[in-house]
């Protein structure tokens, strides 16, 4: 847009008061839609234009890194009904951008079982996250907590999984609900109460 003198500004305005609104309006849309642009390039693409696809970034997994204690609670396989709790350990650490957790348990008996250590490593968009070899969708994504989201199988039936991951300060908390294909409600497969150390 062409930079009128300040005089001259002002001659419009006296002589043509209508003509300077009219140019006020243009220059104000022009500036409007250059702060729009502006705003959009800092942006996630994802946000643009209204819509908002959930995303979880490195630093989002870098706040589970530590050692963390506390119980897994279970739901039996062989009834969908019967509980068990063991007590539960957890290590995280960051290699790189990804994730890298080990698990260990405590079973009835005493002995110490340890899990195989599991990736957790985002995509480049960060809408999708591979935790070992499962590939889950982010679904939503608060400042404490994370609802991923996954089709697959529990006790040999189709099922949509979903995990949400709760971290709070030094508390955690993973719980893995499943919903049956044709089913109404949900069941709670397993939870992690963990504190970090």
């Not at 022009?30 to 642009?37: A, C, G, L």
């Not at 049956?180 to 497969?189: D, E, Q």
Request: proline share 4%; glycine share 8%.
């Amino acid at each position: 847009m062409r930079q009128w003198p300040a005089r001259i500004g002002t001659m419009l305005a006296v002589i043509y008061p209508v003509g300077i609104i009219t140019i006020l309006y243009f220059a104000f849309r022009d500036v409007n839609e250059q702060d729009r642009q502006l705003n959009n390039q800092a942006r996630p693409a994802s946000a643009i234009g209204g819509k908002s696809t959930p995303m979880l970034r490195p630093d989002d997994l870098s706040r589970l890194v530590g050692n963390w204690s506390g119980t897994l609670e279970y739901l039996d396989y062989t009834d969908d009904k019967s509980r068990s709790r063991l007590n539960t350990t957890l290590t995280c650490k960051l290699l790189g951008t990804e994730l890298q957790t080990a698990f260990s348990y405590v079973e009835p008996s005493g002995k110490v079982v340890g899990g195989t250590p599991t990736t957790w490593a985002l995509t480049a968009e960060g809408t999708r996250i591979r935790i070992g070899t499962e590939e889950w969708t982010v679904q939503s994504r608060t400042d404490s907590d994370w609802e991923l989201t996954r089709d697959g199988t529990d006790n040999n039936k189709p099922a949509v999984i979903r995990r949400i991951v709760n971290v709070e300060g030094n508390s955690l908390r993973i719980r893995t609900d499943i919903h049956y294909s044709g089913s109404k409600g949900s069941l709670t497969r397993n939870e992690y109460i963990l504190t970090r150390n």
